[in-house]
């Protein structure tokens, strides 16, 4: 069986500009993935007459199913309706059904129907027609030359009723559409070149596979996914993913879509565990992703954000002879500074981080980019030197993605 | 003069499924307009040879300039430098500094040079190569039939030093290009339904402008555009930009794409003063925000995250029966942490976030999205109560930016 594939068509002059970001595209996509109809393109274009009846054109050709968002809106500028009625050679004919649902929408809403709203129960004739329940413009099913054709308004809230109640349905009760399997491996502390050669002889194995690398600044994912209903095929394919994973076992984190945060938040809570940083390297950052889980209060007691030697001093009790021999970006600073916040917040585990993220604050024997991070884990205690890169953002990201695996690991006993 | 027009080509089976929201072409979309390139027609594709000489012969026929983004990796799922070299009917050279650039890049982090790696210094012959100083893989310039085609990393913080230090500079060299007015005016503290309201007279007046309100969760951006070279419309639009900016002014923090952090921070900084925060409602995001400027060592000191009631008490001297009368959220316990963090820091000036982030926590009395802000500069102090809204992630941005305005406000004695 022939895989189906999928286009979307986003049609507005905001996402052109840039000032809202396509997110409806990224929804689609998974929803239809998920139901074996990958999405080969996505195209974006202004709300005028020639841009629409191309890209209508050029999916036609080669797509099976189009889904287009945006354009269906009550006001004039939107000319997304007439180009599809003239696309499928289709006049526009008021529908009882949508005139009944928007004046009932806008009743509740304590509004009065203006001719805008009206128009909405105008749709072209051949179209089936897609209940909306949260807006005034319904969805439409159209077909053409064996190729599906869905328009919705580009509302989010609007749009993903749309997908998920009618077009979805509409589509499994029409196509014949394959089995799917995917996985995602998401791995930290290994470069994409490393686990690349890591991998080779796995990969040429299983050449006829492809595996996305997908690089992060902090790790790189592994996206596996295959459309098949082949039994062999299948069980090869769930060979050749065992084999990476055993292969890459201590970088992966998680095979959920989640970030290292919310797996160690997971593990500290599932264990019972306390949790508080010092940082300086990463200045916030690790307390600002812990806590942008909800409920991590259950876990994370606070930190320490010192930045300045006083406060090192002061407040965890870096010793001056340490400041004073090695500086404040060394593995023994980094130690006394887990010391003294794991004992000030009083909890069972605590990381720090300290070093120089850039651009400036390099010396003769310190590059931009070293990092010193200290976990503790009890009265275990791990240290560990890093050399990441030039840009500032990214170090702190890096930083608190280190820390924070260095102590799932140290938790997990993962060596 | 004809307007030129821009299209993004986006390249990646990770945008094409949905798991990577295209950031990217909102980011570039931007850039282009600011320079008088409007960007038409958006198209994303997977990594395969086909999908790439059909978008690049499409938009050759249509575009001025053409901005590619991803499928430059090292790994071998990328083949689009072998389709451009087709395109382009242009063979791979090695190019000797961008070999020296990568064997720097690695040896910097302490690694060696592999073959994945090598690979990324062979270039199409024909290629103007766009340096690339925080990843391996060079921008590529290329022209075909009067069209300039630019080919960057899918890595965001590559593409924007691409964009640009190189693809900007090198368009403006080589085309004609209109002249654009431009204004940003980024409010804080009004609400846009508000902020209509107040220039709803002004709208009218000059009502051939076209002003976009930019609604953020942290505020709302005003943007002005004008693309003429006639010089009474020029005036006009002046005028109408100064009677906006003189009804909003105190709302304004910049007129400049920066964040409130950035000009927080320069503030602090000019008037040589200190820093210091105690986050329980924001989390540790006010102390990352201000250490993503470089430079920000020289004011900030650092900070306490106190997100349990004992390390208010203990390290910010909060009262027990503070605590016990009205519980972690309200003025009071916002007032003494402020009070004890900049004592503990010995800064000039400080900021203090106490409240429900949400989702749970709530109680009968406060609600989610409850805060309690207080600042102190010297021995002045200001606090004050905010309702924000459900989402914990978008309160806590809102926290941590009326915190730094509420500072920002009382250093420079706007009321």
Same mark, same amino acid.
């Given at each position: 069986?022939?895989?189906?594939?999928?286009?979307?068509?986003?049609?507005?002059?905001?996402?052109?500009?840039?000032?809202?970001?396509?997110?409806?595209?990224?929804?689609?996509?998974?929803?239809?993935?998920?139901?074996?109809?990958?999405?080969?393109?996505?195209?974006?274009?202004?709300?005028?007459?020639?841009?629409?009846?191309?890209?209508?054109?050029?999916?036609?050709?080669?797509?099976?199913?189009?889904?287009? *968002? %945006?354009?269906?809106?009550?006001?004039?500028?939107?000319?997304? #309706?007439?180009?599809?009625? /003239? &696309?499928?050679?289709? =006049? +526009?004919?008021?529908?009882?059904?949508?005139?009944?649902?928007?004046?009932?929408?806008?009743?509740?809403?304590?509004?009065?129907?203006?001719?805008?709203?009206?128009?909405?129960?105008?749709?072209?004739?051949?179209?089936?027609?897609?209940?909306?329940?949260?807006?005034?413009?319904?969805?439409?099913?159209?077909?053409?030359?064996?190729?599906?054709?869905?328009?919705?308004?580009?509302?989010?809230?609007?749009?993903?009723?749309?997908?998920?109640?009618?077009?979805?349905?509409?589509?499994?009760?029409?196509?014949?559409?394959?089995?799917?399997?995917?996985?995602?491996?998401?791995? *930290? %502390?290994?470069?994409?070149?490393?686990?690349?050669?890591?991998? #080779?002889?796995?990969?040429? /194995? &299983?050449?006829?596979? =492809? +595996?996305?690398?997908?690089?992060?600044?902090?790790?790189?994912?592994?996206?596996?996914?295959?459309?098949?209903?082949?039994?062999?095929?299948?069980?090869?394919?769930?060979?050749?993913?065992?084999?990476?994973?055993?292969?890459?076992?201590?970088?992966?984190?998680?095979?959920?879509?989640?970030?290292?945060?919310?797996i160690l938040g997971q593990l500290l809570k599932d264990r019972k565990l306390t949790f508080?940083?010092?940082?300086?390297?990463?200045?916030?950052?690790?307390?600002?992703?812990?806590?942008?889980?909800?409920g991590s209060?259950d876990y994370f007691?606070?930190?320490?954000?010192?930045?300045?030697?006083?406060?090192?001093?002061?407040?965890?009790?870096? #010793?001056?002879?340490?400041? /004073?021999?090695?500086?404040?970006?060394?593995?023994?600073?980094?130690?006394?500074?887990?010391?003294?916040?794991?004992?000030?917040?009083?909890t069972d585990c605590a990381?720090?981080?300290?070093?120089?993220?850039?651009?400036?604050?390099?010396?003769?024997?310190?590059?931009?980019?070293?990092?010193?991070?200290?976990a503790r884990y009890g009265?275990e205690?791990?240290?560990?030197?890093?050399?990441?890169?030039?840009?500032?953002?990214?170090?702190?990201?890096?930083?608190?993605?280190?820390?924070m695996?260095?102590l799932r690991r140290m938790i997990l006993k993962i060596?």
């Open positions: 069986m022939k895989t189906k594939l999928a286009e979307i068509i986003s049609i507005g002059n905001e996402v052109l500009a840039g000032h809202t970001i396509n997110t409806n595209a990224a929804y689609i996509s998974q929803q239809m993935s998920a139901i074996g109809l990958p999405v080969y393109w996505v195209t974006t274009i202004s709300d005028t007459h020639d841009e629409i009846l191309f890209a209508l054109n050029t999916a036609n050709t080669r797509a099976d199913v189009v889904l287009v *968002t %945006g354009g269906l809106g009550p006001t004039p500028d939107d000319i997304t #309706k007439a180009t599809v009625c /003239e &696309y499928f050679n289709s =006049p +526009l004919i008021q529908n009882k059904n949508v005139l009944n649902h928007v004046q009932n929408l806008l009743k509740n809403r304590g509004l009065s129907l203006l001719d805008t709203n009206m128009a909405q129960a105008l749709v072209p004739d051949k179209a089936d027609i897609l209940h909306n329940p949260v807006g005034t413009a319904p969805g439409l099913a159209l077909e053409n030359k064996g190729t599906y054709f869905f328009f919705m308004p580009g509302v989010p809230i609007e749009m993903k009723r749309l997908i998920n109640e009618q077009i979805i349905p509409y589509l499994q009760k029409r196509l014949n559409l394959p089995a799917i399997r995917s996985y995602l491996l998401r791995t *930290t %502390g290994i470069a994409e070149s490393r686990l690349f050669e890591l991998l #080779k002889d796995i990969l040429k /194995e &299983y050449s006829q596979f =492809p +595996l996305a690398f997908l690089p992060r600044h902090i790790g790189v994912d592994l996206r596996f996914r295959l459309i098949s209903d082949n039994k062999d095929e299948q069980q090869k394919f769930e060979s050749f993913v065992d084999a990476v994973r055993n292969k890459t076992l201590k970088y992966i984190f998680t095979e959920e879509n989640v970030e290292l945060e919310q508080s940083c010092a940082e300086s390297f990463t200045g916030g950052l690790i307390g600002d992703l812990l806590t942008n889980i909800p209060s007691m606070g930190g320490m954000i010192t930045y300045s030697n006083a406060s090192k001093m002061n407040l965890l009790g870096v #010793k001056q002879k340490t400041l /004073e021999t090695y500086g404040a970006v060394n593995s023994e600073t980094a130690l006394e500074m887990v010391r003294g916040v794991q004992q000030a917040f009083a990381v720090a981080t300290t070093g120089i993220a850039g651009p400036a604050g390099a010396t003769e024997t310190k590059p931009v980019g070293l990092c010193y991070i200290a009265n205690e791990v240290e560990k030197e890093f050399h990441f890169g030039r840009d500032r953002i990214i170090n702190k990201r890096r930083g608190a993605m280190a820390a695996e260095m060596h």
